[in-house]
């Protein structure tokens, strides 16, 4: 809050706190951006592409796991302020650009991580795990 008010950002930047209706914040966005220096595997991220938003985030290990370059979104390297101001400035100024990796970050959740899909992972791990220790 306080950096906030010395940047005099106040009309600008508001903190909301704890939500519960997130489904709400993702569906007035048009990008989701993740800058993190280090993520295991992101929930916030996999709500974000299921909602259809095109990413930009660090190239960090989790994200890399989930989010392709240039299909369904953009990785830039951590603590690089440049290159992430560069790459959401491309998405805000390509409706082209934001629609494709859009609609590649909600098949890629869809494709390998819904509830189902990472129930049957895991269900097929414990399974190798079992038949490895009889």
């Given at each position: 809050?306080?950096?906030?008010?010395?940047?005099?950002?106040?009309?600008?930047?508001?903190?909301?706190?704890?939500?519960?209706?997130?489904?709400?914040?993702?569906?007035?966005?048009?990008?989701?951006?993740?800058?993190?220096?280090?993520e295991g595997l992101p929930v916030a991220l996999l709500e974000a592409m299921d909602a259809g938003l095109p990413v930009v985030a660090?190239?960090?290990?989790?994200?890399?796991?989930?989010?392709?370059?240039?299909?369904?979104?953009?990785l830039v390297p951590p603590e690089d302020a440049r290159s992430l101001a560069e790459s959401i400035r491309r998405l805000v100024l390509d409706?082209?650009?934001?629609?494709?990796?859009?609609?590649?970050?909600r098949a890629r959740i869809r494709e390998a991580y819904t509830i189902d899909i990472m129930c049957e992972k895991y269900l097929a791990l414990m399974r190798n795990l079992w038949a490895q220790h009889q």
């Open positions: 809050q306080s950096q906030i008010e010395r940047l005099g950002l106040r009309g600008a930047v508001t903190l909301l706190g704890n939500q519960l209706d997130i489904d709400r914040f993702l569906g007035s966005a048009d990008i989701f951006v993740l800058p993190s220096r280090w660090t190239r960090v290990e989790g994200v890399e796991e989930v989010v392709q370059n240039e299909t369904h979104g953009l409706a082209d650009l934001r629609q494709k990796m859009s609609l590649g970050a």
